[in-house]
């Protein structure tokens, strides 16, 4: 007989990515490898390498929709995850179809540009990302860089922005919480530091590691919707999540001439190597 155990269920809204190290790809990993069962919603089909974006096409948003729709109606889900969107018209559509399901998390990974700068969002998609998809989400994880971008106005110098303002800023958009990473900053450790209503909530330290990373902002967000998906309350999710994260990098590849990918299953290779079953 088939088991009578059903894994917690995450929706993921993302682009492709042929490399497997962002994108889709990796959150079909990270949230496998963190026990849970991932659906997959397209949102744009890209060209690139671990160097960087090439090109990008976005979805048709009413394809966007069905995809959604389809599966909601025939699976329940503990938690969305929602990256790279491809067009205004895809942020529109993702957020008419989670504005259906108020009770279930909704952790955003707000994709502005590659790890090579590559632009992925327009001023108008990061517009439509502000009043559709900030009040409806449960966790927002920009890295510092995109942190600053999300809130600058006109006539703002987006570097002089100090992270709590644009964390202040953020929470005034409408999410419940913002996780802003600090590894672009010039600091000796990368702090990350979540913030709430209350303030900061709590932050934490990791040693910087060498090297650059293709997905690490995938990976992080996924883990936190597979860790909220497990049951756990946000803070201890989001401290958990960036363990795991953590570990992915430590243990990277670099299998090909641009950046080092995660290795999401590192503790499969562990297991095995110590010479126990998986």
């Known amino acids: ?46 060209i690139q390498d671990t160097a960087g974006v090439d090109a990008v096409m976005a979805i048709d948003s009413d394809w966007v929709t ?13 938690a969305f995850k929602i990256g790279m969107l491809g067009s205004v018209e895809n942020i529109a559509a993702i957020a008419e179809v989670v504005s259906d399901y108020p009770d279930v998390p909704l952790v ?13 969002a327009t001023e108008d998609m990061i517009s439509a990302m502000r009043e559709l998809l900030l009040p409806q989400t449960t966790i927002l994880t920009p890295n510092s860089a995109e942190a600053r971008r999300l809130v600058q106005d006109e006539g703002d110098e987006s570097e002089d922005l100090a992270l709590g303002s644009c964390a202040e800023r953020l929470l005034g958009f409408g999410c419940e919480y913002v996780l802003i990473t600090g590894s672009h900053e010039n600091t000796p450790q990368v702090i990350n530091t979540l913030y709430g209503s209350e303030g900061m909530i709590r932050a934490d330290s990791w040693d910087r590691l060498p090297g650059s990373y ?14 909220l998906a497990n049951g756990l309350a946000l803070p201890e999710a ?14 990277a590849f ?7 990918i995660p290795d999401r299953l590192f503790w499969a290779r562990e297991v095995n190597e110590g010479g126990s079953e998986p």
């Open 214 to 227: 293709h997905g690490s902002g995938c990976t992080l967000a996924s883990a936190i919707a597979a860790t």
């Open 1 to 46: 007989m088939p088991s009578v155990h059903v894994p917690p269920i995450v929706l993921a809204f993302a682009a492709t990515d042929p490399t497997s190290g962002a994108g889709l790809q990796a959150d079909l990993l990270t949230l496998c490898a963190l026990g849970c069962h991932p659906l997959a919603v397209v949102t744009a089909i890209t």
């Open 66 to 78: 069905d995809q959604a729709r389809l599966v909601l109606e025939d699976m329940p889900v503990a």
């Open 108 to 120: 955003l990974d707000p994709v502005l540009a590659s790890g090579r700068g590559d632009e992925l």
């Open 254 to 260: 670099r299998p090909g001439m641009g950046q080092y």
């Open 238 to 251: 989001v401290r958990e999540a960036q363990e795991y994260t953590w570990q992915a990098l430590a243990a």
